[in-house]
């Protein structure tokens, strides 16, 4: 005849381990079942501990890590290593080109065909002459303390605005004719470069 | 009329229009010419500064000009 004793003991020499194995010894008849049960218990713990653990790495972003702009290279393809490095090369190639065309520059004598810059400090008086010799124009440039320049051309045209200078159109005399139309017309579009009274008359 | 020409012409330009004219047609509309003389005003920019029913006189006409030229 089994008792529960005997169970006990049984049950206690099951290879266990741990808190299973005492609690087993602990209550009688009943230990596989608790172990079995601690065991679940367990299980479902380390489950559980593998979730959390796996929410926390998934959620958790390195701070070291750089923010980078995804790039569209494509109908969702994302950048390869190749095209990041062809890009990388290729911006330290327009680099060096732009260094090296600085470098070019600052090197370069300044143009002397536009303006020639000649005098002593102190001599600060710009001249500037039109070819056609249409005019004149003499500044004072009190902050230039490289001298005097002047500045020739043979094209005045070079300086001409793109807008119609409004002194350059041609303005329009009245005639005093029996109907100046064409005096009317001036008149209405500031063509005559001075007031002007109409007098609209009659023949009869 | 020309006496006084004569003696703006240099400051104010003085122009004669037919109304039989066809084309100042919508001249006549536009400044509300309706009988003759009348006379409009302009000034250097072409804005209608003064339309004239009839002869003002010179005095009333000098003191635009004058009004004008300022």
């Keep these: 005849m089994k008792n529960s004793r005997l169970d006990v003991h049984d049950v206690a020499n099951e290879p266990m381990i741990g808190r299973a194995r005492k609690h087993a010894v602990r209550h009688d008849g009943k230990g596989l079942e608790f172990m079995i049960r601690t065991k679940w218990k367990q299980g479902l713990g380390t489950v559980a501990l593998g979730l959390v653990l796996a929410g926390v790495a998934g ?14 290279s494509g109908p969702g393809a994302p950048l390869s ?46 001249t500037m002459q039109d070819g056609d010799g249409d005019g004149s124009a003499t500044e004072d440039a009190g902050d230039i303390d490289a001298g005097s320049a002047s500045e020739e051309t043979d094209d005045a045209d070079a300086f001409a605005p793109d807008a119609p200078d409004a002194s350059r159109v041609a303005l329009y005399e009245p005639t005093w004719a029996n109907s100046d139309a064409d005096g009317l017309v001036a008149a209405v579009e500031g063509r005559i470069g001075r007031p002007a009274l109409i007098w609209f008359h009659a023949d009869w | 009329m020309d006496t006084m020409r004569a003696d703006w012409n240099e400051r104010v330009a003085f122009v004669k229009v037919n109304v039989d004219d066809r084309s100042i047609g919508e001249a006549l509309g536009t400044y509300s010419v309706r009988g003759t003389p009348a006379f409009v005003l302009f000034d250097a920019e072409g804005m209608a500064t003064k339309v004239f029913s009839g002869w003002p006189g010179e005095p009333e006409v000098t003191g635009y000009l004058t009004q004008l030229l300022q």
């Design chain 1, 81 to 126: 290593e190749a095209q990041d490095s062809a890009t990388e090369e290729a911006l330290r190639q327009i680099a060096q080109a732009t260094n090296d065309a600085l470098r070019e520059a600052d090197s370069e004598p300044a143009p002397t065909n536009a303006m020639s810059i000649q005098g002593t400090p102190g001599q600060a008086t710009a």
């Design chain 1, 59 to 72: 959620c958790t972003r390195p701070t070291d890590e750089p923010t980078v702009p995804e790039v569209d």
